[in-house]
C-alpha cells in the first residue's frame, strides 16, 4: 500500500513538473510576439489596420508623370557574323615551298607576299621562249630582205612572179611565228609569277596549312592559307515574312541603320547598316534574309560568332508613353490608374498602340502628365484613397519598368489591330534561333 502511494506522489510531482515548463514556454511565446510586433514597422502595420478595415486607409503609391518621347520602331533578329570576303590561299603551280612570309593571326594587305615557291624551272622556260622568239625574229628579217631583192627581180622580169610570193608567203609565216613565240613569253612569265604567291585581298591569315619545305600542288583542296576580310564584317540575319514590305517600304527610303547587341540584349557592340534584303523567303521557315555590314574597327564581331541585332525601321514622333509596369488589364482590356485631385485613383481605359518591357505608347486614355500609379495594384480600386510617398513623384527611372509585376507581354490591340507584325504576339523581344526568325518590336 505504502508503494502505491509512493507511485502517485510521485506522478503527482512530474505533473506538477510539466505544468510548470508548460507555463513557463506560454510566458516565452508571449514575449517573443510582443517583440516582433513591435518590429513591424509602422507602414506594414497601418496597411494591415487599413485592410481590417475594409480598406478606408490611403494606400502608398509611386506616381509618374505620362510624357511624350520619340518612340523608335525596332526588328529584331538574331544573326551571324561573317566575313565580308573569304579567300583560300592556293598555289597555281606545282613546286618546292621555299618560304612563308607570313605570322598566323597577321593582318596584311592587298598584294602582301606570303609564301614563295622554288622557280628556277618556271624561269628556265621563260628563257627558252625569249630564245625561240629572237630566233624566229632573225629568221624573219632574213626572209624580209629576199622579198625585197626578189620584188625588183621581178620588176625587171629577172625572175618568175611566183618566187617572189612564195617568198612574200614566207614572211608572214614568220612574223606569225614571232607573234606566237611572244605568246609563250607571256605565258611563262605569267607562270613564273605564279611562284610568288600575294594576298589577294586584305585580310587577316588563319592557321597555315603547310609548312615550309613541302611540295605543294594546285590541286591542294585545303591551299596555304585561308585570309578573311573582318574590317568591315557583314552579319546575316533572319526576319518573319510577315515585315518583308514595312522593311522595303523603311529601305526604300534610305538607309536602315542595324544594331548588333551583346548577349544581354543592351549593350551596342556595333553600329552598321543594311546592305541587301535576299530576294526570296525561305519556305521551309517562313523568314527572309537580310545582309548588314558594320566598320568593326575594334574587332567586337568575329566570323561564326551568334550576335543579337535589331533594326531601326521607323519613329513615332511626339507620342505619349508610360511606363509597362503601370499598364494593367482586366475583363474589358488595358487600363491604368490615374490619381485625382482629392489624392483618389480612377480607372482609365486606355488603347495600347505599342508596348515592349519598358513603356507602352499610349493611344488614347491618357493626357500628358496624368499621374499614373505604377505600384500598390492589389489594394487599388476605383475611387480609393491613395498617398503619394515622398520624393516619389519622380518615381523609378524612365523607361524602367515597375518591380510589382513582370512586364506585360501581349499587346494591347486597337480594333483588333497591332503595329506589329502577324505571327509575333510578343512584346519583349525574344529569339528564336531555331528557325532564325524574330518579332519586331520597340525600342526601350
Given at each position: ?31 517573443l510576439g510582443a517583440v516582433a510586433l513591435m518590429m513591424v514597422p509602422e507602414q506594414e502595420v497601418e496597411q ?397
Open positions: 500500500m505504502s508503494d502505491h502511494r509512493r507511485l502517485i506522489d510521485i506522478s503527482l510531482g512530474a505533473m506538477a513538473k510539466n505544468r510548470r515548463w508548460i507555463a513557463v514556454g506560454l510566458g516565452a511565446v508571449i514575449v494591415r489596420r487599413s485592410s481590417r478595415l475594409g480598406g478606408g486607409g490611403a494606400v502608398p503609391v509611386l506616381v509618374i508623370p505620362a510624357r511624350l518621347a520619340d518612340v523608335p520602331i525596332y526588328l529584331d533578329g538574331v544573326g551571324t557574323a561573317k566575313a565580308l570576303n573569304t579567300v583560300t590561299v592556293r598555289p597555281q603551280v606545282e613546286g618546292k615551298l621555299i618560304s612563308m612570309n607570313f605570322k598566323e593571326g597577321q593582318d596584311v594587305q592587298k598584294g602582301y607576299v606570303l609564301a614563295r615557291i622554288d622557280p628556277t624551272t618556271y624561269q628556265a622556260q621563260l628563257d627558252q621562249a625569249i630564245a625561240k622568239k629572237a630566233q624566229d625574229e632573225a629568221q624573219l628579217a632574213n626572209a624580209k630582205l629576199d622579198l625585197e631583192r626578189y620584188e625588183r627581180l621581178a620588176a625587171s622580169n629577172s625572175i618568175n612572179k611566183q618566187q617572189v610570193d612564195t617568198q612574200r608567203s614566207m614572211v608572214a609565216q614568220l612574223q606569225a611565228q614571232v607573234n606566237a613565240d611572244q605568246a609563250a613569253i607571256d605565258n611563262a612569265r605569267a607562270i613564273l609569277s605564279y611562284t610568288t604567291i600575294t594576298a589577294p585581298i586584305s585580310g587577316r591569315t588563319g592557321l597555315r596549312h603547310v609548312d615550309e619545305g613541302n611540295i605543294v600542288r594546285a590541286s591542294d583542296a585545303n591551299g596555304i592559307v585561308v585570309l578573311t576580310q573582318i574590317k568591315p564584317i557583314s552579319v546575316i540575319f533572319n526576319l518573319p515574312q510577315q515585315v518583308v514590305s514595312q522593311v522595303n517600304n523603311a529601305f526604300a527610303q534610305g538607309p536602315l541603320t542595324v544594331e548588333a547587341l551583346a548577349s544581354d540584349d543592351k549593350t551596342i557592340i556595333d553600329h552598321g547598316e543594311l546592305q541587301v534584303v535576299d530576294n526570296q523567303v525561305d519556305t521551309t521557315t517562313g523568314t527572309v534574309k537580310l545582309k548588314a555590314e558594320f566598320p568593326n574597327e575594334n574587332l567586337q564581331l568575329w566570323p561564326g560568332q551568334f550576335v543579337n541585332v535589331r533594326m531601326l525601321v521607323d519613329t513615332r514622333r511626339q507620342v505619349v508613353v508610360v511606363p509597362t509596369g503601370a499598364v494593367q488589364r482586366g475583363p474589358s482590356g488595358p487600363f491604368v490608374y490615374v490619381v485625382q485631385s482629392g489624392d483618389t485613383v480612377a480607372v482609365r481605359p486606355v488603347t495600347i498602340a505599342q508596348q515592349d518591357d519598358a513603356q507602352a505608347v499610349i493611344a488614347s486614355g491618357v493626357q500628358t502628365g496624368d499621374p499614373i500609379v505604377t505600384t500598390g495594384f492589389a489594394q487599388l480600386a476605383e475611387g480609393r484613397r491613395v498617398r503619394v510617398t515622398p520624393g516619389e513623384n519622380g518615381g523609378p527611372p524612365e523607361g524602367e519598368p515597375a518591380q510589382d509585376r513582370p512586364a506585360a507581354k501581349d499587346g494591347a490591340n486597337q480594333g483588333g489591330k497591332t503595329d506589329r507584325p502577324a505571327g509575333t504576339a510578343r512584346d519583349t523581344r525574344q529569339r528564336r534561333s531555331s528557325s532564325g526568325a524574330a518579332a519586331a518590336s520597340p525600342a526601350p
